[in-house]
């Protein structure tokens, strides 16, 4: 609630202004406004209520005199005497003043709703301002104010039908939507409206698409849009970019002809000065440079020279303009130091420029530029460039050609990390840590950070100790070293550690016999402190249970001394602490025979026994019967735990799940992230038709088909036959860009019979996370000689290594059938070819960086005949890793290189094929800047090319 009337009452002004002022962008308009007579000039009735607030001395008296005047105006609203339009006004006004003093106003819509239909602006506009402001999209009431709204928007006032553009943008929704998109669409390509009206008729556009996409129809129009991104009136070519952002990251190709014209526009911005009219403390249409370059950030980088040119040129004047102001006091053009909108307004278009960089990530020499500035900016005096400067670090860090430029500025980022006092600043510096780690400076770094911890503040200490698990676990060449610092992390995080971390810990452990006997002795030494937290005594449990007995010789850590520190820290820990510490006493009974009596006599306490906890009393007499039992049992039982199967860490998905500071940054990702979300809900809706449909169809034993034997022939080819039979064939056709994939299915009816009840559902069987499904809803019936199509869309998350599955319920003639398909989507798929030519010591220098395990994965296959290297080359084409000429010396290898688009970020790849015609073996050598996508890679290539040998 605003409690400072005059705020509220500033909030009002600004409100009416920005509504008078939007509605009257040009004098003629303002002309045109009908006269008002002085009563309706004055509304002096709101103004002494306006009065009466400002002087209230406390909330108590504001909120009597509020409750008093709405008393006032539900009774003026509820006599039968009918009022007329400058009453209606007027009371309205003070409901919209009191809403934004902070209170409810339940009562007033229905008199707004009709002061929309008067003849007077006046009231009209207020009608139009109450309803913008109190109504959202789920009002019962939007359905009502559709009339108002459309008759308003074929008007031939303008100011109507500015009112009325206002009103839909500000509300949105599938009503909405529906029943005005075309007259919105209509006056937004009218070459004849004025320039205002088309502005605000964008932007009304742009919020149908985001409340309600799918009241957008897709393509249409598409042309003429990307024609008025060149009008000449900035302002419209600004609203403009804004909507073509939006429908561009659901779908760059249809509006890929926007890439030359939004490159133009910016370049004719930033080196003409005909745009006078829209300089901002002399930095041309700032606002539109943003607009542009975030729009380019959607497409992948043009193809066409001239545009390319143009590109590289307006880029470079952005950095160098940037580099140019300096941290000093003069600017680039020699004068006085500039007002500080001016710096603004640099680096805003310089940090966009940064993003498109990152973005397309194919000029090395432009990037470093751009780097050496935000290095400069770290010593800024102003927190939000310090801040700036980091997160384009951060972002230029997770490139594959400027990694290097921003590990030179690690120096002055850990002294960020120790000195700022902005808490978002000093996680913004570790996110930059984070990110240039690798083994050469992983010990530097988590130790920096780890000392950080210690003072760090506490809303960010939990992300804090999921990067340094994370960079301790991914780099680590010491296991001892690791134990030392996840232990201490334990001590140090106390209640800012989550279970995912000491989870790890142990699973590494218990993977890792060389380091077992240290991680029992460490975790007893470390449980020796009587004020340990519950963390430290939840692994120091469980690492003695486990491996306990390999210190029971050491004097100083006898099997009774391990029983009495666990049994020390017994009464301060929590019940699920303590049912853990029962499971470790009757562990010792197995481990050490000797101490069975002490082992039941503890677990025989009343205290046990009898606990209000169900877990610990279950658990205290089902260890007593095991302990009672034959020696036999309790071994078998209490056997030691078996390694666990290797997979992601769980500690990579928590700080994805909860960090507050994402690493993708760019526009197109952010975007395409947004459309997903979007149209989740839609797909769950469309996705549970047929598990519905597939449960009779169950009962009544349908035929599983598989289509694995002729699946491998699409991992070189995007398109071919799926699944056929004599009534039925499914065909399928691909189109992969970037992390973005789309799939044509053709369902054709070979029979003489309809097929009806027909339902799909594509999914992912085991790791849903990884690929975002978004499909469209297929025709439930297909006639004799017919063919449907369906459209499913593919974003890739993250690496996977398991396909899509497509399940497909038919009925045909009485019989129903289901059939689960393999889709082929696979994650070569998503490779897509360098945007630059590589040189020999490019690749060399980047092979060198990427090291060896476990970036490093090398495979030797055994090939079925003899060796073609012509066909090997046009293979691994097909594959995504087009070989690379002239960087090999001997001329019978091959090299290759490619990127993996995902939704979370890029990953490099390189590929080195070795043959041995003699012997007909191949010997594949791949690293990537992921182990993950390293393994899953060269596992794919080995197989495709060969047998694997022992």
Not at 523 to 543: F, K, N, Q, R
Not at 762 to 776: G, N
Not at 791 to 805: D, G, K, S, W
Request: neutral net charge; aromatic residues 8%; charged residues 20%.
């Amino acid at each position: 609630r605003l409690r400072s009337p005059t705020c509220a009452r500033a909030m009002f002004s600004k409100q009416t202004q920005q509504s008078s002022s939007a509605a009257r962008p040009q004098q003629q308009v303002q002309q045109a406004a009908r006269p008002h007579t002085g009563k309706e000039q004055e509304m002096r009735g709101l103004h002494l209520f306006i009065a009466d607030i400002r002087e209230c001395k406390s909330s108590e008296a504001e909120y009597k005199r509020i409750h008093k005047e709405l008393a006032n105006i539900r009774a003026k609203f509820g006599d039968k005497k009918a009022l007329d339009g400058y009453q209606k006004k007027k009371y309205v006004c003070k409901l919209l003043f009191i809403f934004l003093l902070g209170h409810e106003v339940e009562f007033g819509h229905l008199e707004a709703v009709n002061l929309m239909s008067s003849l007077k602006y006046s009231e009209k506009q207020m009608g139009y301002l109450f309803v913008s402001v109190l109504m959202s999209e789920h009002s019962d009431l939007v359905r009502m104010i559709m009339a108002s709204v459309k008759s308003d928007l074929l008007s031939q006032s303008e100011l109507s039908v500015c009112l009325a553009l206002h009103c839909v943008a500000n509300i949105g929704g599938k009503e909405l939507a529906s029943g005005c998109y075309t007259e919105v669409v209509r006056l937004f390509l009218a070459t004849e409206a004025p320039n205002f009206v088309r502005k605000k008729a964008a932007l009304a556009l742009l919020k149908f698409y985001r409340s309600s996409p799918e009241e957008f129809p897709a393509g249409e129009h598409t042309p003429r849009i990307v024609q008025i991104l060149s009008s000449p009136d900035l302002g419209v070519a600004t609203a403009t970019a804004s909507l073509m952002t939006a429908l561009a990251s659901a779908d760059p190709k249809e509006y890929e002809g926007a890439v030359s014209i939004a490159v133009n526009r910016l370049h004719r911005l930033l080196f003409s000065s005909d745009d006078g009219d829209y300089m901002y403390y002399n930095v041309p249409a700032p606002w539109l440079t943003v607009k542009l370059l975030r729009l380019l950030q959607v497409f992948p980088f043009p193809t066409d020279d001239m545009v390319v040119s143009r590109l590289n040129e307006a880029l470079s004047r952005l950095v160098t303009r940037a580099s140019d102001t300096g941290a000093g006091g003069v600017s680039e053009m020699g004068r006085a130091r500039p007002k500080q909108q001016y710096y603004n307004s640099i680096y805003a278009c310089f940090m966009e420029a940064v993003n498109l960089l990152v973005h397309y990530d194919n000029d090395k020499d432009l990037q470093i530029k751009a780097t050496v500035q935000l290095g400069g900016f770290l010593v800024h005096k102003e927190v939000n460039m310090r801040y700036m400067a980091l997160e384009g670090l951060y972002s230029i860090a997770q490139t594959e050609f400027s990694r290097d430029a921003v590990k030179k500025h690690q120096p002055t980022v850990l002294k960020t990390l120790k000195k700022d006092k902005e808490t978002t600043v000093q996680l913004r510096a570790a996110d930059v840590l984070y990110a240039i780690c690798d083994e050469s400076s992983v010990t530097t770094i988590v130790q920096e950070l780890v000392e950080f911890l210690e003072s760090a503040d506490y809303s960010i200490r939990e992300e804090l100790v999921l990067k340094i698990a994370i960079l301790a676990e991914k780099y680590v060449t010491d296991y001892k070293w690791y134990v030392d610092v996840i232990l201490r992390l334990i001590r140090l995080a106390g209640d800012h550690l989550a279970e995912e971390v000491w989870h790890r810990v142990i699973q590494i452990i218990i993977n890792r016999p060389d380091v077992q006997d240290y991680a029992a002795k460490t975790c007893y030494e470390a449980l020796l402190d009587p004020m340990s937290h519950e963390a430290m005594v939840s692994v120091g449990a469980y690492i003695l249970g486990e491996f306990g007995h390999l210190i029971a010789n050491d004097p100083n850590s006898t099997p009774q001394k391990q029983l009495d520190v666990l049994q020390s820290h017994y009464p301060l820990m929590s019940a699920p602490c303590r049912a853990f510490l029962l499971s470790t006493y009757v562990k010792f009974a197995n481990l050490f025979p000797e101490m069975k009596p002490q082992i039941q006599h503890v677990l025989k306490n009343p205290n046990v026994q009898r606990n209000a906890d169900a877990e610990i009393q279950t658990r205290a007499c089902e260890y007593l019967q095991l302990i009672a039992a034959t020696p036999k049992v309790l071994t078998e039982v209490l056997e030691e735990m078996p390694p666990f199967v290797e997979k992601d860490s769980g500690i990579l998905a928590k700080l994805e799940r909860g960090r507050t500071v994402t690493e993708a940054t760019g526009t197109a990702v952010l975007a395409k992230k947004r459309v997903a979300k979007e149209l989740k809900q839609v797909t769950a809706e469309q996705q549970s038709e047929p598990a519905a449909a597939a449960a009779p169809a169950a009962a009544a034993q349908l035929a599983i088909i598989a289509n694995e034997a002729t699946f491998d022939k699409f991992l070189l080819s995007n398109q071919g036959v799926l699944y056929e039979n004599p009534v039925l064939q499914i065909g399928v056709k691909c189109d992969f860009h970037e992390s973005i994939g789309r799939m044509t299915i053709f369902f054709g009816n070979r029979g003489t019979a309809p097929m009806t009840n027909v339902a799909s559902r594509a999914y992912m069987p085991d790791t849903p996370q990884c690929l975002q499904i978004t499909s469209k809803p297929i025709e439930a019936t297909i006639a004799p000689e017919v063919q449907v199509q369906q459209t499913i869309q593919f974003e890739c998350m993250a690496p996977f290594v398991t396909v899509p599955l497509l399940d497909v319920n038919i009925t045909y003639q009485g019989r129903a059938v289901l059939l689960t398909l393999k889709l082929p989507v696979l994650l070569n798929k998503f490779f897509q070819p360098l945007p630059f030519v590589m040189t020999a010591d490019d690749f060399f220098a980047k092979w060198k960086q990427l090291g060896g395990p476990p970036r490093e994965v090398r495979n030797i296959v055994q090939a079925p005949g003899d060796i073609d290297m012509a066909k090997v080359t046009q293979q691994l084409e097909q594959f995504g890793l087009p070989c690379l000429q002239d960087i090999d010396p001997k001329p019978d290898n091959r090299v290759c290189s490619a990127i993996l688009h995902t939704a979370g970020g890029q990953v490099g790849i390189l590929l080195r094929v070795e043959p041995n015609m003699d012997a007909k073996m191949f010997r594949f050598t791949l690293r990537a800047s992921n182990d993950m996508v390293a393994k899953i890679a060269c596992d794919m290539v080995a197989k495709h090319f060969g047998e694997l040998t022992a």
